[in-house]
């Protein structure tokens, strides 16, 4: 008697075991690219004040300055704040950003900035005076791509008074959580090919075939 190995289980089981490893592969290589992001992002700050043409530039979306370090006039006056944004406070307390619009006037802004922290929930409805020059940290699509909104946010490392100052955003804080992903999907090529293995076990053995 033998066992005869099912030909398309075992075609369905093979492509899903490479597909699972492709995954994990893809997850790997993510992880590099990711490494490589930090470490570009870490070096930004140290790079010189965002100039006009590099803001221009980026507007055109043909460089970042992603973590960049800008300083920008925040003379509008009297406004109430553009958003409220959840966020912390330099020592680590959750709360709110008062986010804001330098524009004197009511068009859509190209950049905004966070005037401050703080934990008041109807801090959108607070008059502030902007009478400010701010520098702090560019952050990018802050609110990804939705239309209309504003495609960076400056972060200052100062607070318009009273409000606190906020969390300043650091490269090593963001996700790296690619190899603990590719390692799900290695364990799930590993188990599949495992469940197989007792599956062509387990088959029951085929008769011998007998001589005429």
Request: charged content about 25%; aromatic content about 8%.
């Amino acid at each position: 008697m033998s066992r005869r190995i099912p030909i398309i289980p075992t075609i369905i089981t093979a492509a899903g075991i490479l597909i699972l490893c492709a995954l994990g592969k893809w997850q790997l290589d993510r992880r590099a690219w990711k490494h490589d992001l930090i470490e570009r992002l870490a070096a930004a700050p140290n790079l010189p004040l965002v100039s006009p043409e590099e803001f221009r530039a980026a507007m055109m979306g043909d460089v970042s300055i992603q973590y960049r370090r800008a300083s920008i006039d925040c003379r509008a006056g009297d406004k109430k704040p553009y958003d409220l944004r959840p966020g912390s406070s330099a020592g680590g307390t959750s709360g709110f950003y008062v986010v804001v619009s330098c524009r004197p006037n009511s068009r859509p802004p190209d950049i905004v900035a966070v005037a401050g922290w703080t934990k008041r929930v109807d801090a959108k409805d607070i008059v502030i005076t902007l009478d400010h020059q701010l520098t702090g940290t560019v952050i990018e699509r802050p609110y990804g791509n939705a239309p209309d909104r504003p495609r960076f946010m400056l972060i200052p490392r100062e607070a318009i008074p009273p409000l606190g100052r906020p969390l300043q955003p650091r490269a090593a804080d963001l996700p790296d959580n690619h190899l603990a992903y590719a390692g799900q999907w290695f364990g799930l090529a590993i188990a599949l090919a495992a469940i197989y293995g007792l599956y062509l076990r387990r088959r029951p053995v085929a008769p011998a075939a007998k001589p005429e």
